[in-house]
């Protein structure tokens, strides 16, 4: 098993660029989350899925985040316009829904300049 | 608001001696309490989890106390090694598969 799949590892762009993060879940697994890593505010939720529907995205931060899960094996995160605020390590995790213990990936590590 | 409490933030054991890292929650719906450790530029992985029927878990060097009435949990790192550096978090969810709420954080150095 690859586990769960992030990428891009890294990305820079300048402020008010879109930017988009991707995730794969690890299959079987029918719930996945959003966190997102800062050394002010540590790993914060962002917003979870299960069987592809947002199930709470009351941790989405403002209007210019928003998530979608088109299907079992992809979700993408989307910030547009991006801020330097929004530099943060962005995480994806999976699980299978009623287990415990989730799985992360590797993160996307974000710099808006 | 911060739901799970973590101390310290940052902690010091020479090599072979015991780590301590202590979280305190409010929710008291909150029925799984897990451990996760993370290594620079890796994603948290699940080290030890703990419910709360029972009062300790112990997995290798690893051990969860569990306080009900206190609302309290603690890990336990014994015979530290310098390969355990690394930033710990607590953590705690309602209900299986749901949304984890995360403790700040322990950076912990093992000295050799």
Not at chain 1, 34 to 63: A, C, H, K
Not at chain 1, 87 to 98: E, H, N, Q
């Amino acid at each position: 098993d690859a586990g769960v799949i992030q990428s891009p590892r890294h990305e820079v762009t300048e402020m008010g660029q879109e930017v988009t993060l991707r995730c794969k879940p690890i299959s079987g697994h029918n719930s996945l989350f959003w966190y997102r890593q800062t050394m002010m505010r540590g790993l914060e939720l962002l917003i979870y899925f299960n069987n592809n529907v947002p199930i709470d995205d009351s941790g989405m931060p403002e209007d210019r985040f928003s998530a979608k899960m088109p299907n079992a094996s992809f979700s993408t995160l989307k910030i547009q316009p991006s801020e330097p605020r929004d530099s943060a390590v962005y995480f994806c995790a999976s699980i299978v829904t009623g287990t415990y213990g989730y799985t992360f990936g590797s993160g996307t590590r974000l710099t808006v300049v | 608001q911060q739901q799970v409490k973590q101390s310290p933030q940052s902690l010091i054991v020479q090599k072979g001696g015991i780590s301590i890292i202590n979280c305190a929650y409010e929710n008291t719906a909150f029925d799984y309490f897990p451990w996760y450790q993370q290594f620079p530029g890796k994603g948290p992985a699940l080290l030890i989890a703990i419910r709360p029927d029972v009062s300790e878990k112990k997995e290798g060097r690893f051990t969860i106390s569990f306080n009900k009435s206190a609302k309290q949990f603690s890990l336990h790192i014994m015979d530290s090694q310098p390969g355990d550096s690394a930033t710990y978090f607590c953590a705690a969810s309602r209900n299986a598969g749901n949304m984890l709420t995360f403790g700040g954080g322990t950076r912990l150095m093992v000295k050799p």
